[in-house]
């Protein structure tokens, strides 16, 4: 706290360690005096390990590690909403199915073991409820059989129809939402942006160097004009640049624009910066910049035809 003075206030890891240790002084110190069971002040101390999920960032051999807690973290706030709207739909379900119930569960002329198994399912709001999650989305053809078997055959009516509407619809469309909310919060991460950008980067330099290899036949570490034909003129090698968004329609064209210093020579590094421009469809910089030559070059031409007209 000396040191970081009131940005230490501001972190929610010092706010951890902060209580963590206070809880660790009145385990140490008034353990005898507190109300409270020591085995809960212990089991907060293993608070501390959720500190190494601070190294994750830092960490760059565990990216599948990083993405899973990011998006975890992120599905929290839809998987709230998904709890609250599941259980207020079973909540309703369930008061409705045991009112349903109450004067079978009253009648003295049916059997008492048919009324107990009813009632074990559906005796009370919480086993109702437990019930309802059943047929949505666990043992559901027991509860079903109960009410069809013990209650009345009309029951199976209202069996399809939770299965279909509750159990298929709105949890297919929960569990949908869910995923995409939750790809899209990872995706948003700043940190796994950037390491995907790298990734793609260092697979593209990868790549590129294979095929530089496999073109230099000489092995002088330079790609001259013939060479590179030769390893255009190939269509597998072509198809393969293809698949990566780079594609070839003149050899001659592509050679004049990777040899930017005009040596008649390529190296690996102009082989890997060249055509990690030419890959995928033109950027909007890259036609802001030709729009911005062109007009450039009107300009200069108005000029120019203008001061050969004053001269006529």
């Not at 960490?59 to 839809?78: F, H, K, N, P, Q």
Request: proline share 2%.
């Amino acid at each position: 706290i000396y040191c970081l003075r009131c940005s230490f206030f501001y972190s929610s890891w010092n706010w951890l360690d902060t209580a963590l240790v206070m809880a660790w002084i009145a385990n140490a110190c008034f353990s005898s005096f507190l109300p409270v069971s020591p085995v809960w002040f212990r089991l907060a101390r293993l608070g501390r390990v959720l500190r190494l999920v601070r190294l994750l960032k830092n960490m760059s051999g565990i990216d599948s590690l990083y993405v899973l807690t990011t998006a975890i973290r992120g599905s929290l706030e839809v998987l709230g909403w998904s709890f609250f709207i599941l259980l207020i739909l079973q909540l309703i379900i369930s008061f409705l199915v045991n009112q349903l119930l109450v004067s079978y569960l009253r009648d003295e002329t049916q059997p008492i073991e048919m009324r107990q198994e009813v009632f074990k399912y559906f005796g009370t709001t919480g086993r109702s409820m437990l019930t309802m999650l059943e047929l949505t989305l666990g043992n559901w053809p027991t509860p079903a059989r109960v009410l069809l078997e013990n209650v009345s055959s009309y029951f199976i009516f209202f069996n399809i129809a939770h299965k279909l509407t509750i159990g298929f619809a709105v949890v297919g469309v929960v569990n949908g939402v869910f995923m995409q909310e939750t790809f899209k919060s990872a995706a948003a991460d700043d940190t796994i942006m950037m390491r995907q950008m790298e990734y793609q980067r260092r697979l593209h330099a990868e790549k590129m160097s294979a095929l530089f290899a496999y073109a230099d036949v000489s092995n002088d570490g330079q790609i001259n004009q013939e060479e590179f034909k030769a390893v255009m003129s190939n269509p597998k090698v072509r198809s393969w640049l293809g698949a990566q968004q780079i594609h070839v329609h003149s050899t001659e064209d592509l050679w004049r624009m990777l040899d930017m210093d005009g040596d008649s020579d390529i190296g690996a590094h102009e082989l890997i910066d060249g055509l990690g421009r030419f890959k995928g469809v033109a950027k909007s910089f890259d036609v802001a910049c030709i729009a911005s030559d062109v007009r450039y070059l009107i300009e200069m031409l108005n000029a120019k035809h203008g001061t050969q007209a004053s001269r006529g």
